[in-house]
């Protein structure tokens, strides 16, 4: 009995996480859905660049300044290397930027802060929601995609700096812990409600989150995803020694 010549070659995956973009990107609907996570990535790259900036000059000393100026400069590079991408896969970056401008600036109109420690809040609170909610999707992209995602969320250090600012703000004066927990809290609202409004917005995207073209996902699924969010959140708001 003769064996056919591929008998022993692996069937070819079905599951978007273990193809390459090459491979993943043959279907247009996961394509357009990659164009927008890497759209909305970008311009929340460049929005907290722009942020950081501002915050910085609320900084109480020159050492702070220097430092939000250095996480300033960590996030530029990250929308730098989200754009060139968009550029590799022939997609102007602006044109990807720009159904997602209007939603984050108005959550960062709706959530400005008012003071250095709630400059500090924000970014530690609201910048690692959405860290949380790409990395969930990170793990359903294809390969290429899924390394630049996980790579640009890398942590720029104000997760640490914001810990020990407002602890030690807290320590000194314990009642700016209410207003600050009051504040998280807002964030979390806010932060939360334009995720779900830029998802709902994006047919590519919402099919990608409820179980079309990337696998596994179902609405349980993105129930539980946000459940995990808001756990972690509740961690983080302990680690700043705020009530959650």
Same mark, same amino acid.
């Given at each position: 009995?003769?064996?056919?010549?591929?008998?022993?070659?692996?069937?070819?995956?079905?599951?978007?996480?273990?193809?390459?973009?090459?491979?993943?990107?043959?279907?247009?609907?996961?394509?357009?859905?990659?164009?927008?996570?890497?759209?909305?990535?970008?311009?929340?790259?460049?929005?907290?660049?722009?942020?950081?900036?501002?915050?910085?000059?609320?900084?109480?000393?020159?050492?702070?300044?220097?430092?939000?100026?250095?996480?300033?400069?960590?996030?530029?590079?990250?929308?730098?290397?989200?754009?060139?991408?968009?550029?590799?896969?022939?997609?102007?970056?602006?044109?990807?930027? =720009?159904?997602?401008?209007? @939603?984050?600036?108005?959550?960062?109109?709706?959530? *400005?802060? &008012?003071?250095? $420690?709630? #400059?500090? +809040?924000?970014?530690?609170?609201?910048?690692?929601?959405?860290?949380?909610?790409?990395?969930?999707?990170?793990?359903?992209?294809?390969?290429?995609?899924?390394?630049?995602?996980?790579?640009?969320?890398?942590?720029?250090?104000?997760?640490?700096?914001?810990?020990?600012?407002?602890?030690?703000?807290?320590?000194?004066?314990?009642?700016?812990?209410?207003?600050?927990?009051?504040?998280?809290?807002?964030?979390?609202? =806010?932060?939360?409600?334009? @995720?779900?409004?830029?998802?709902?917005?994006?047919? *590519?995207? &919402?099919?990608? $989150?409820? #179980?079309? +073209?990337?696998?596994?996902?179902?609405?349980?699924?993105?129930?539980?995803?946000?459940?995990?969010?808001?756990?972690?959140?509740?961690?983080?708001?302990?680690?700043?020694?705020?009530?959650?």
């Amino acid at each position: 009995m003769e064996t056919p010549d591929n008998a022993n070659e692996a069937p070819a995956t079905t599951r978007i996480a273990d193809q390459d973009w090459a491979t993943a990107s043959a279907q247009p609907q996961y394509r357009a859905a990659v164009v927008d996570l890497l759209g909305a990535l970008a311009y929340g790259e460049l929005a907290a660049f722009e942020r950081l900036a501002e915050d910085a000059k609320l900084a109480p000393t020159l050492a702070d300044k220097a430092e939000l100026a250095k996480m300033a400069s960590a996030e530029f590079h990250h929308f730098e290397q989200l754009t060139d991408r968009l550029t590799d896969i022939e997609v102007e970056p602006t044109a990807a930027m =720009e159904p997602f401008a209007r @939603a984050l600036d108005d959550f960062h109109r709706q959530t *400005a802060p &008012s003071d250095w $420690l709630e #400059g500090l +809040v924000k970014a530690y609170v609201g910048d690692s929601i959405a860290s949380d909610f790409y990395r969930e999707v990170a793990a359903r992209l294809d390969s290429d995609t899924r390394s630049l995602v996980l790579a640009v969320l890398d942590d720029t250090g104000h997760g640490n700096f914001a810990v020990e600012k407002v602890r030690a703000a807290i320590e000194a004066d314990p009642r700016v812990g209410g207003r600050l927990a009051l504040w998280a809290r807002r964030l979390m609202g =806010e932060a939360l409600s334009q @995720a779900q409004r830029v998802v709902a917005d994006r047919d *590519a995207l &919402s099919t990608m $989150l409820v #179980g079309g +073209v990337a696998d596994g996902f179902d609405l349980a699924e993105v129930g539980r995803m946000f459940s995990r969010i808001t756990e972690a959140h509740t961690k983080r708001m302990a680690a700043l020694g705020l009530a959650a």
